[in-house]
């Protein structure tokens, strides 16, 4: 573990960073469904700054990918997501798992419907929407795991 994740993590600092990265997270998911939806219907939402959920995704995953690497370090590669995800709520794990059978699902119909033709900028938007929504669900899923392992922690002192 790096000296700095070591410092946040001993101070306390850590916990706090996570709920703000977890808020981030659940903030991007629900600007991530607004802006599926309304690409669905052909409007372009936040005109060009729809784009920024593409990089809030990835600026929450850094930390989130540490996090599920300390949490899963002492277990087989085989048990990662069982041991990231040990103490995340079930709904929370079922959303994180169907968005991103969704992403899928809706990846192939997009590539149907968009066969030999230029796609539009709102059907972009749809196409990458539904995987900011899947990746902010699992980041908020993995920091959610965290936090909870924290607060049985503190419980049990």
Known sequence: MSTLVAWFWANGRMRALSLALATVAALGFVLSVVAHVAAAMGVLPF???????????VFVAIPAALIARAEASSEPLRNFWRATLRRCPPWVKALALATFVYAGANFVLLFARTRGTRATDAVAVQGFSAYWMAFYAIEFAILVAFLMREYDAERQR
Request: net charge neutral.
């Open 47 to 57: 005109g060009g700054a729809v784009w920024g959920l593409h990089g809030g995704a």
